[in-house]
């Protein structure tokens, strides 16, 4: 079957523009998880779902980082005023319920210029 | 709070001979999970093995096997008959499992093995 998706698999923006990215995971995975890899760097988490609502969002950096499930399938991550520092691999990946395998996308490569 | 830590920044190995890579970890929770994670050049993360804390016996999926030892916190992985394929990003990983649910994975900083012809 297909796996995780993530689309687009780059994205270039000017610092202070807003972007969205978004997630496909597996049919019928109700867990999904956001992580950002810098360079150099193992990736680390940013946020979960559970179904429609996130389960832990302790990771998020601050207050320009938004993401959304609304209907427990795809999620958007949303980073609002973009800083360079902000330029990373974010990764997205699912699970089914209480299981403790992750599949990963692909990852989208932002960069904030 | 949990740590991952990859001491090693790279490592080279020749086709078909043996290769551990380290990892070590803190955590003062007595129940949790231990991944190994593959990333080539396309970024997709592929879990190569897992260990459950509780088990005594080491993990081994085909040419990969753990070395794994509770009291010293170390989570090895060894690759054997290594292969052109092997080359990529290994991330160490830990899991603190959540009673009912899903939980997010702590990743050390990753270790570039390069596999020569």
């Known amino acids: 079957g297909a796996g995780v998706s993530q689309t687009p698999s780059n994205k270039v923006t000017e610092k202070g523009k807003y972007v969205e990215l978004r997630c496909d995971p597996i049919?019928?995975?109700?867990?999904l998880y956001w992580y950002r890899q810098s360079l150099g760097q193992g990736p680390e988490f940013l946020i979960y779902?559970?179904?429609?609502?996130?389960?832990?969002d302790s990771g998020l950096p601050n207050d320009r980082f938004f993401a959304v499930r609304p209907e427990g399938s795809v999620s958007t991550l949303k980073i609002q005023r973009t800083e360079r520092g902000d330029s990373a691999v974010y990764l997205c990946?699912?699970?089914?319920?209480?299981?403790?395998?992750?599949?990963f996308g692909p990852g989208t490569r932002l960069t904030v210029t | 709070a949990q740590t991952v830590t990859q001491s090693q920044p790279e490592m080279s190995v020749q086709e078909a001979e043996t290769v551990t890579l380290s990892c070590t970890y803190d955590?003062?929770?007595?129940?949790?999970?231990l991944f190994w994670y593959k990333q080539p050049p396309s970024r997709q993360m592929i879990l190569v093995i897992r260990?459950?804390?509780?088990?005594?016996q080491n993990a081994t999926e085909n040419r990969f096997s753990v070395n794994f030892q509770k009291a010293a916190k170390s989570f090895s992985l060894k690759i054997s008959d290594s292969q052109l394929g092997d080359t990529a990003m290994y991330f160490c990983?830990?899991?603190?499992?959540?009673?009912?649910?899903?939980?997010?994975?702590?990743f050390g900083k990753g270790i570039t093995l390069s596999v020569r012809p």
């Open positions: 990946a699912s699970s089914l319920s209480r299981n403790y395998e992750q599949y």
């Open positions: 049919s019928g995975h109700t867990a």
């Open positions: 779902f559970q179904g429609t609502g996130a389960a832990d």
């Open positions: 955590t003062s929770e007595s129940n949790y999970y």
């Open positions: 260990q459950e804390a509780y088990k005594q």
């Open positions: 990983a830990f899991m603190k499992p959540q009673t009912g649910a899903n939980s997010k994975l702590t």
